[in-house]
């Protein structure tokens, strides 16, 4: 899946959880989202995104605000986790 694909999604994402009341609570939305309905690879095509654009922004394309944070904020949570 290309990396624009991924960045729409994710904001989709946040501009539902944006409508929460409380910005900890939208936080954990977007993250606990992309965590239980993302595969591996789309996490790790995020956040590799991340880790060349730290603002998360590139010619083009951009996260928003709240996925830009929830996603930073959560990251370790959203790394795929190593099976043995």
Same mark, same amino acid.
């Given at each position: !899946?290309? *990396?624009? +694909? %991924?960045?729409? !999604?994710?904001? +989709?994402?946040?501009?539902?959880? /944006? /409508? !929460? ?5 939208? %936080?954990?939305?977007? &993250? @606990? #989202? *992309? ?17 060349? #654009?730290?603002?998360? /922004?590139?010619?083009? *394309?951009?996260?928003?605000? %709240?996925? %830009? &944070? /929830?996603? @930073? ?12």
């Amino acid at each position: !899946m290309k *990396i624009e +694909q %991924l960045i729409k !999604m994710a904001n +989709q994402i946040g501009d539902f959880f /944006a /409508a !929460m009341p409380d910005r900890d609570e939208g %936080l954990d939305g977007v &993250a @606990s #989202h *992309i965590e239980k309905f993302w595969e591996p690879r789309m996490r790790t095509a995020l956040l590799n995104f991340l880790d060349t #654009h730290p603002n998360g /922004a590139a010619p083009g *394309i951009g996260l928003n605000e %709240l996925t %830009l &944070a /929830a996603v @930073s904020k959560y990251r370790d949570r959203l790394l795929p986790r190593k099976v043995a």
